[in-house]
């Protein structure tokens, strides 16, 4: 298996977190990752929030659904979903989306420089099913519809200017996006059994208007070189958007998706897998695989939304499993991080770091009811290693 590298430092144009800068440390990667200890050690008893973390870490809970976000006047939104972090002032913002139909759309949090709830307010309204999404390098939120012929809508997580639907980023069964500020592309998942894995070339970058979309094109195998053709017809009728290009390849439900370093990983949680495109040359290769773990007990499985941190670890968030986020390391270590106790009902979502990389934010999606209105929004602290 090919050797890979990643950036360790900050993260730029990443599908859930933003940082700014760029650390340069060297890192090896040999895939796909296999079990072993985990930088932060072993996972303690649960918290007063029902949440195992390593020594040193503690969480806090941010907002519940159907219930006002402490400090603020504002009602948080049901089933909370993909999510991510952004730069304002001193403080931060997280921004999360609603996988609910019909409704839908994405609701924003504003931190102070201490951490402190200042408010809360709506980015996104008359949606359906927002799923995940992606953060741009001119810091607004792609938030997608996981619906057939659903859109990407341009979000602003800031509350001054309206969203706005980006049809030309194709019409299908979207779930998650990663902005690559090198190739000036942004690439999208598909949450499809027969899905496919896309990339939307701006006319211009930054602006998300017009373009053009392609999909990726490669073998059967599970590794391999790829290349992209042209998607025709972008509004995926009559024909839907995965079957329009002959040898397109097909993910089992596309989900999560993160850039950093000319690389980009996404998950497909039909199969439980960790996908790793290395753009450079132009080849694929799988990161992870549950059904390819040494000595069985796979630490990972019902992978779904993914992220990274200033250390090059990947986190990944569980959608059924033991309602774990997951971390993968540079040395193709898979561990547990946390776990989220009593509720087997749910699956966590929106993982994110702030952008000082020492709070990581993410959600239960039905909590502990095991329905949409008992979402709950978590913020985790400790020592991340940068």
Wanted: aromatic share 10%.
């Amino acid at each position: 298996m090919e050797r890979r590298s990643f950036l360790r430092g900050a993260v730029i144009g990443t599908s859930a977190a933003a940082f700014g800068g760029t650390l340069m440390h060297g890192a090896a990667y040999a895939a796909p990752a296999q079990p072993g200890a985990g930088p932060y050690g072993a996972l303690g008893a649960a918290d007063a929030n029902g949440i195992l973390l390593p020594s040193g870490f503690s969480s806090r809970v941010i907002a519940r659904s159907g219930q006002t976000v402490p400090g603020t006047s504002y009602t948080w939104h049901n089933a909370p979903d993909g999510g991510a972090c952004f730069a304002d002032g001193s403080g931060w913002i997280y921004v999360s989306n609603s996988e609910i139909n019909p409704g839908g759309g994405a609701s924003a949090v504003r931190f102070s420089s201490a951490g402190a709830v200042t408010g809360a307010y709506r980015i996104l309204s008359n949606t359906r099913t927002n799923c995940a999404g992606g953060k741009t390098p001119w810091n607004t939120w792609l938030s997608c519809e996981e619906v057939s012929l659903g859109y990407v809508y341009e979000t602003d997580p800031y509350g001054v200017n309206a969203a706005v639907q980006r049809p030309a980023m194709g019409r299908f069964k979207h779930e998650a996006a990663a902005a690559d500020p090198v190739r000036r592309v942004v690439y999208l998942t598909e949450d499809e059994t027969s899905g496919c894995f896309y990339r939307f070339i701006p006319t211009t970058w930054g602006n998300l208007s017009s373009g053009t979309l392609q999909v990726l094109v490669a073998g059967s195998a599970t590794s391999g070189s790829f290349t992209w053709q042209n998607v025709p017809d972008p509004d995926g009728s009559p024909t839907a958007t995965r079957s329009q290009v002959s040898g397109s390849k097909k993910f089992n439900g596309g989900e999560g998706c993160h850039y950093a370093n000319d690389t980009v990983w996404f998950t497909t949680k039909g199969d439980n897998r960790l996908w790793q495109l290395n753009l450079t040359n132009n080849t694929y290769e799988l990161a992870y695989d549950d059904s390819l773990v040494s000595g069985g007990g796979a630490p990972l499985t019902g992978v779904d939304n993914v992220t990274g941190s200033s250390s090059g670890d990947l986190f990944i968030a569980e959608d059924g499993g033991n309602m774990e986020i997951c971390i993968i390391t540079p040395d193709d270590v898979v561990a547990p991080f946390l776990r989220i106790s009593g509720q087997s009902g749910s699956e966590i979502t929106g993982p994110a770091f702030s952008p000082d990389g020492r709070r990581l934010y993410f959600s239960s999606q039905r909590g502990t009811s095991g329905s949409s209105s008992g979402g709950i929004t978590y913020e985790v602290t400790g020592p991340f290693r940068a």
